[in-house]
């Protein structure tokens, strides 16, 4: 499955990132809606769901991200919807890890 959140707050370490394989966070915005896939083998076994996808989360709740390969590119995101059918469009899409 897939869930959709608002990006609300982002760090400026994001922005500052040069690495090739990292170059992707320059363009993250407050505001944007990104898309986040939640696959095997970030998916709990037991639960069959990702840590930090906002489960019980609703629009009011803001939730805390943090991107893998640079703890200092960090922000908040608000949960819009939860897709059973994964359509996430190729810019903007993410995978729980």
């Known amino acids: 499955y897939c869930v959709e959140f608002r990006t609300e707050s982002l ?3 994001c922005a500052l990132e040069t690495r090739p394989y990292a170059r992707w966070m320059q363009y993250l915005r407050e505001g944007h809606t990104v898309c986040v896939a939640c696959q095997p083998p970030a998916m709990s076994t037991a639960t069959l769901r990702c840590s930090g996808d906002g489960h019980n ?3 009011d709740k803001i939730l805390h991200w943090e991107a893998i390969g640079n703890s200092q ?3 908040t995101w608000r949960k819009i919807r939860q897709l059973e059918h994964c359509s996430c469009p190729l810019v903007h ?5």
């Open 57 to 59: 989360a609703h629009g």
């Open 93 to 97: 899409s993410f995978i729980f890890t």
């Open 73 to 75: 590119c960090q922000g």
């Open 11 to 13: 760090s400026q370490h």
